[in-house]
């Protein structure tokens, strides 16, 4: 089995392991990063999980102290 790819539970597609920009914003302003996870191709769905939430903590401690005007 292919360690890359897994049945999406929301629609039975395929889901791939990759990044996608993701966009977060925080008292008008914004931060746009790389979110690393399950992403279905057949569907909007997508998996988050364990380690890779760490990126996007990251980008908001980022947003946080540009809303803090830092
Ligand atoms: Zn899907």
């Given at each position: 089995m292919d360690l890359?790819?897994?049945p999406?539970?929301?629609c039975g597609g395929t889901m791939?392991?990759?990044t996608r920009p993701e966009t977060i914003t925080l008292g008008g302003h914004s931060l746009t990063y790389d979110?690393?996870?399950w992403h279905c191709h057949d569907c909007d769905d997508g998996i988050i999980a364990g380690a890779?939430?760490?990126a996007g903590d990251a980008a908001l401690r980022r947003l946080k102290e540009m809303a803090a005007g830092a």
């Open positions: 890359k790819k897994r999406c539970p929301s791939t392991r990759g979110q690393p996870g890779d939430n760490e």
